[in-house]
């Protein structure tokens, strides 16, 4: 997804990530976290993606997410009442974002919030850690159908953000999380942005050739129906995509 395509309300939210400072700490410091090591996998509470086979050769903003315990382990929503650990679904990642712990609440009681949240943050499900959070994420998609248009990999991401009120917020979704990890994500190398575009690029080239501009036409249609139908399902029609 390209910044062009990024709403205001992505921005905001992304720029309540940049600019959230939380209150004094009530609860020990964190420990210090491990390296990324891109040969074994690890990237220690990052979001990482991959391009998805055939869709992200026709909408290369789409592909697969997931969200990393500390120690670096991979979690992903891959299958109906399935969520993969330390076995990424599609290919080794291609971008990761590694999040701030001190921009996510873990309150001891509902009186030690340090989001502004609060009780929403208690009644949505709070964690004292963030591996827990990721814990009770896994526990609710456990029992959850997959399916790419309502229920899919963002929506175990943004239901575990939500959990860590992570930038002081409880309104991540499909969309934010999408536009946060393609306008901040760092490629893991120059290979990683080659798989994910190349086929793309082969496809629009081939079809162009074979089919003309009414081939170009149809597929910008498509990835705009996708946009559209992402968009009115997390902003305007509630409930209807599960986060």
Same mark, same amino acid.
């Given at each position: 997804?390209?910044?062009?395509?990024?709403?205001?309300?992505?921005?905001?939210?992304?720029?309540?990530?940049?600019?959230?400072?939380?209150?004094?700490?009530?609860?020990?410091?964190?420990?210090?976290?491990?390296?990324?090591?891109?040969?074994?996998?690890?990237?220690?509470?990052?979001?990482? @993606?991959?391009?998805?086979?055939?869709?992200? @050769?026709?909408?290369?903003?789409?592909?697969?997410?997931?969200?990393?315990?500390?120690?670096?382990?991979?979690?992903?929503?891959?299958?109906?009442?399935?969520?993969?650990?330390?076995?990424?679904?599609?290919?080794?990642?291609?971008?990761?974002?590694?999040?701030?712990?001190?921009?996510?609440?873990?309150?001891?009681?509902?009186?030690?919030?340090?989001?502004?949240?609060?009780?929403?943050?208690?009644?949505?499900?709070?964690?004292?850690? @963030?591996?827990?959070?990721?814990?009770?994420?896994?526990?609710?998609?456990?029992?959850?159908?997959?399916?790419?248009?309502?229920?899919?990999?963002?929506?175990?991401?943004?239901?575990?953000?939500?959990?860590?009120?992570?930038?002081?917020?409880?309104?991540?979704?499909?969309?934010?999380?999408?536009?946060?990890?393609?306008?901040?994500?760092?490629?893991?190398?120059?290979?990683?942005?080659?798989?994910?575009?190349?086929?793309?690029?082969?496809?629009?080239?081939?079809?162009?050739?074979?089919?003309?501009?009414?081939?170009?036409?149809?597929?910008?249609?498509?990835?705009?129906?996708?946009?559209?139908?992402?968009?009115?399902?997390?902003?305007?029609?509630?409930?209807?995509?599960?986060?």
């Amino acid at each position: 997804m390209s910044s062009e395509r990024v709403f205001p309300m992505e921005l905001e939210l992304i720029g309540d990530v940049e600019s959230y400072d939380p209150n004094k700490r009530t609860y020990p410091e964190f420990w210090p976290l491990d390296v990324v090591d891109f040969k074994k996998a690890r990237f220690p509470c990052c979001v990482v @993606w991959t391009p998805l086979p055939v869709v992200s @050769w026709l909408a290369p903003f789409i592909g697969h997410l997931g969200i990393c315990r500390e120690d670096g382990v991979i979690m992903d929503f891959s299958g109906s009442n399935f969520v993969n650990i330390d076995n990424f679904a599609y290919g080794s990642v291609a971008r990761y974002l590694q999040l701030d712990r001190e921009q996510c609440c873990f309150p001891p009681n509902l009186a030690s919030h340090l989001c502004k949240n609060g009780f929403k943050h208690s009644e949505y499900g709070t964690s004292l850690t @963030w591996d827990t959070a990721l814990r009770s994420g896994m526990n609710h998609f456990e029992h959850k159908s997959y399916n790419l248009f309502t229920c899919n990999c963002h929506s175990y991401v943004a239901n575990c953000m939500n959990r860590l009120s992570y930038g002081g917020s409880l309104k991540w979704n499909m969309v934010n999380v999408a536009a946060l990890i393609f306008l901040k994500g760092c490629w893991v190398d120059s290979m990683s942005v080659v798989r994910s575009f190349f086929p793309f690029v082969v496809v629009l080239c081939l079809g162009l050739v074979i089919a003309g501009w009414p081939f170009i036409i149809g597929l910008s249609s498509f990835s705009l129906l996708l946009l559209c139908w992402f968009i009115l399902g997390s902003y305007c029609m509630k409930g209807v995509l599960e986060c």
